[in-house]
């Protein structure tokens, strides 16, 4: 699909930077006006000219920059830019007060289950209705009609989920660093005296994460869409090793390392990784140990493993590898997708053994349950 006259752009611009704004560019009014001049001057059959001239404007600090690639190339994906015009400059006026409404993006792009406002009609609610039925719907009792969707959905909130995450710098009260542009932007009320002053100050450095992932045959119905987690969370965190593990461990790091999430699953199905085999989670552990045991860092990073914690090895080997592991991390947490069950309780001997070493016991049945895992990250 791609946009038919440049009213339709225009709308698309306007959106653009809305969905912008939500993931941390912070122009206003201004920002949007001159993205519009800038669409009016560039080609923007040209994807690379229109991102560099939008980003030209939209910026105004290097975290917003650097952010920028990704939230362009996120909102733009579905988009074609073939046989785009550009925006005579005596409609700008029209489009930037009119409701946008951007037909040719997925409402998926929002990244929210709520419904979206009423100028967007019946159809939109629609899909938000579809998004926050399949959140709460059990990865192994999706239908098969339900499948295209859902992928769609796991990626785009957990890349969204995962970018939150990821941002350097947040507004505080505390006296640190004064932030000018939000200073200035909070006085223009008082004539531009600036006497309500704005800060911001430095996140914290962003802890390594280290996630294992069981690929065994109990696992199956539930490892596709996890293994989709863990692209969001490589692709948007700067210190992320992926493993996956049954019977052996294989690491997949730079496998992830692909552009497309489609290229990093051919890549992994040319590798002997075991799939739906056998499990052997102390095994796993202690070679995890031995082999890759440097990637714990100084002690600051996230362990999550994603298992059902159906060991066929001894859970005595299971749990001195875990209490080796938990020394030298800051937090264990464990993902199982049973968890989601009502009548499910962690008795197996794997389990049992594994729980005393467990930070965060959590279910990952359903995206609702994966998006939660914010709070804890």
């Known amino acids: 699909m791609f946009i038919g006259d440049s009213k339709d752009l225009a709308r698309t611009i306007v959106e653009f930077c809305r969905f912008a704004r939500e993931q941390g560019v912070s122009s206003g009014v201004q920002g949007t006006l001159g993205a519009l001049n800038a669409a009016a001057s560039l080609d923007a059959g040209k994807p690379e000219d229109l991102k560099f001239g939008l980003r030209s404007v939209l910026c105004s600090s290097k975290e917003e920059w650097d952010l920028f690639d990704q939230i362009f190339e996120t909102f733009w994906s579905e988009t074609s830019f073939r046989s785009v015009p550009s925006i005579p400059p005596s409609q ?11 037909q040719t993006v997925s409402p998926l792009l929002s990244g929210s289950f709520a419904t979206n406002s009423s100028e967007e009609g019946s159809q939109a609610v629609s899909g938000a209705s579809a998004r926050e039925r399949l ?16 992928e769609q959905v796991v990626l785009r909130l957990l890349r969204q989920m995962s970018r939150r995450l990821s941002r350097r710098q947040r507004i505080t009260n505390s006296r640190s660093k004064i932030d000018l542009r939000r200073t200035i932007r909070a006085n223009i009320s008082r004539g531009g005296d600036l006497i309500d002053l704005q800060y911001r100050q430095r996140r914290p450095r962003q802890r390594r994460l280290l996630i294992l992932l069981d690929i065994s045959g109990s696992m199956s119905p539930y490892s596709l869409f996890l293994l989709r987690f863990m692209y969001a969370l490589q692709k948007h965190f700067k210190h992320v090793d992926t493993f996956l593990f049954s019977t052996d461990l294989v ?103 594994a729980l005393p070493h467990v930070d965060v016991f959590a279910p990952a049945h359903n995206l609702e349950s994966l998006l939660a895992l914010e709070q804890h990250l």
């Open 251 to 353: 690491e997949i790091t730079n496998t992830f390392h692909a552009r497309c999430l489609q290229d990093a699953l051919e890549a992994l199905s040319q590798l002997a990784t075991g799939w739906s085999g056998g499990t052997r989670i102390g095994a796993t552990l202690e070679n995890f140990n031995r082999l890759h045991s440097r990637k714990l860092g100084s002690g600051d990073a996230l362990l999550i493993i994603m298992s059902d914690g159906l060991d066929t090895g001894e859970p005595q080997l299971l749990a001195e590898e875990l209490a080796a592991i938990k020394r030298r991390i800051r937090k264990l947490i464990w993902l199982n997708p049973l968890l989601g069950l009502a009548d499910y309780r962690p008795i197996t001997r794997g389990m049992s053994a």
């Open 135 to 150: 959140a709460k719907t059990d990865f192994s009792t999706l239908g098969y009609d339900d499948l295209g969707v859902m």
């Open 92 to 102: 700008h006026r029209e489009i930037s007060s009119a409701a946008p409404h951007n």
